[in-house]
């Protein structure tokens, strides 16, 4: 074969999804707090060639974090305790989105609060912003004494916190589920009820780690979220019961670091994948990983990525 | 500064002992490697290896760009499991960089007396910023160059040999069995009247404890001084906001920058180093 007709052939495939009302060119983002806001990745990656940029987690007002040290690696993994240090949402549009407006790429923002009111109050400033697709929710960050996974732990608080942002935003709303819970899948389906357009999962799993010389825990925040290789088989399995339960689309986060690995959440049933700790390591990985999806549906004769996901066979094994 | 980053796969040339805790890698690049600042650092893992995860931030020891290649030579302390790693590469072996990263050392203006404070494998960014900056016909001008090097012992004194006719060298251990018995803070502090503050400059790297009596020793004192704050790191990019350190900020408020993009130099005055992280041995698992 010449390389022009292998060309050709690239161009054929159709990777394009759909998150709700948004469409995305392909189904490879990045996961929020592991690209920045994009721009300290792009002398590495070509954002136009991403499926959506999913920025760190935006609160009402500016974030300094938890106090170092906030990382820690583990085996097959890291622990962070970074404690959503940000910009706050308005100097994220003012100083980081217009740069981020510039690429033809989905932009999606991460939103976090306190309470139920600053949640309402982020997506409010962010609803009807040019430049940004579609609202991601953070109700599942370990690390922060009141918010995130207090929200995400509970059926009924996870679907209050949906229903009031439900009310404030027309763009496409994704909530962001933590693992931390006993059943993942009614938390997916009161968020579903609640009018979330998708869910992602999973957050970090909470974990620690300790200097047995010092006594001392390795975080500053004593525990943390696990993240990496080491996480992954309880991503896909929650992925696996999650998408047996709703209708809404999965998009499926979790030590992601390869395009085999990103394959098996989406032959798994995910619409979409996020990378997350692979862009610590490798800076290029969601190129990596596009193309390596790109190759792998050549090699098996899939014209269109919607053909993948999902086409898991189980046998009679998964009818439990 | 530079503000190219790049992303190269280097070919270990060298990789030797040079004190009983410490190595040194000389990594051959690509000639497009762009050239690395005083002070600023690089994100190093073995390719083709998935276990340690992380890349693991090392200051340049040394820069050489020729026609076909480029020469990074990194010093590097035993902190842990990546680095004993690291100790058993081969020549020939490949590692993936990336880099230079950071902001480095600022040289101010009309200097006549720069003086180096360094402890351990802190001495690594001060002989590359001593080489690459103070070796010109500016310099000559004012007086030469003052070095305080300390370790725990004297088989733990690396650079030596670069430093030998660059500078006044002033050799400091803990234990006395080389030079001064005592921290290279307490020899400065015996000497700092010495130095007039307007025409002076300290650069220094070391281990918290290091930096944090340098703190105490220059807080009423005018002489400004630029230190290399080490961290552990994840991404080195600015994206994870894993390697902060306090710092005072605008209205002397206190807030966390990030070492590997608003530092790894920072100034003295500016820095509250809070961390239980040892700052020599800012390894990921230390």
């Known amino acids: ?114 309470t139920v009111d600053e949640y309402r109050q982020v997506a409010e400033i962010l609803n009807g912003t040019e430049g940004i697709h579609a609202i991601e929710v953070n109700i599942s960050c370990p690390n922060v004494k009141r918010g995130g996974i207090s929200f995400g732990a509970c059926p009924d608080a996870a679907a209050e916190i949906t229903r009031h942002i439900r009310s404030e935003t027309d763009l496409p709303l994704i909530v962001k589920l933590t693992p931390n819970v006993t059943d993942i899948a009614q938390i997916a389906l009161a968020v579903e009820a609640a009018g979330a357009d998708a869910v992602s999962l999973i957050n970090t799993v909470t974990g620690m780690s300790v200097d047995i010389e010092r006594r001392r825990p390795h975080l500053a925040n004593v525990t943390g979220g696990l993240s990496g290789p080491a996480i992954r088989p309880i991503a896909l399995r929650m992925v696996w019961q999650v998408v047996r339960a709703v209708k809404v689309p999965v998009i499926g986060i979790g030590g992601i670091m390869t395009a085999s690995d990103a394959l098996e959440f989406l032959i798994t049933g995910a619409r979409a994948v996020e990378i997350g700790t692979a862009n610590f390591i490798q800076p290029a990985a969601t190129m990596e990983i596009l193309d390596g999806i790109k190759d792998y549906m050549i090699r098996h004769k899939i014209g269109k990525i919607t053909e993948l996901i999902g086409s898991l066979d189980t046998g009679t094994q998964g009818n439990c | 500064m530079n503000e190219i980053q790049s992303m190269m796969t280097g070919v270990i040339r060298e990789n030797r002992k040079v004190a009983s805790d410490q190595f040194m890698m000389t990594v051959i690049l690509p000639p497009s490697f762009p050239i690395p600042a005083p002070g600023q650092f690089v994100m190093v893992r073995e390719a083709n290896r998935g276990e340690p995860l992380l890349a693991r931030p090392l200051s340049v020891y040394g820069f050489q760009k020729q026609d076909d290649h480029a020469v990074l030579e990194l010093l590097y302390r035993l902190a842990g499991r990546g680095t004993i790693l690291f100790s058993k590469m081969k020549p020939g072996d490949e590692v993936a960089l990336i880099g230079p990263l950071g902001k480095g050392f600022t040289i101010p203006e009309g200097l006549t007396r720069v003086l180096f404070i360094a402890g351990g494998v802190g001495v690594a960014p001060l002989i590359f910023l001593l080489q690459d900056r103070f070796l010109t016909a500016e310099t000559e001008k004012g007086k030469k160059p003052i070095f305080y090097l300390g370790a725990r012992n004297v088989n733990l004194l690396v650079g030596l040999e670069r430093l030998n006719g660059l500078c006044d060298l002033k050799l400091c251990t803990d234990d006395g069995s080389q030079g001064y018995h005592g921290p290279v803070t307490e020899l400065l502090k015996s000497e700092i009247e010495g130095y007039d503050p307007k025409e002076t400059v300290i650069f220094a790297c070391g281990p918290t404890p290091m930096i944090l009596s340098l703190g105490r020793l220059l807080k009423d004192n005018p002489i400004p001084c630029q230190v290399s704050i080490e961290e552990r790191m994840a991404c080195g990019l600015g994206a994870c906001l894993g390697c902060v350190v306090a710092i005072r900020g605008p209205g002397r408020k206190r807030e966390y920058v990030r070492v590997c993009l608003e530092g790894p130099v920072f100034d003295l005055k500016e820095v509250l180093p809070t961390s239980s992280v040892d700052m020599q041995g800012s390894e990921n698992e230390s």
């Open chain 1, 1 to 114: 074969m010449n390389p022009k007709s292998e060309e050709d052939r690239i161009e054929l495939q159709d990777l394009t999804i759909a998150i709700g009302s948004m469409t995305l060119k392909n189904p490879v983002m990045t996961a929020s707090g592991t690209f920045g806001y994009g721009e300290e990745y792009a002398p590495f990656v070509d954002l136009n060639r991403l499926g959506a940029v999913v920025v760190k987690g935006l609160s009402l007002e500016p974030r300094s974090g938890n106090p170092p040290p906030r990382i820690m690696e583990t085996p097959s993994g890291m622990l962070n305790a970074v404690g959503l240090q940000n910009i706050g949402v308005r100097d994220f549009i003012a100083r980081k989105l217009p740069f981020l407006r510039r690429y033809d790429t989905a932009v999606i923002a991460n939103i976090f609060g306190e």
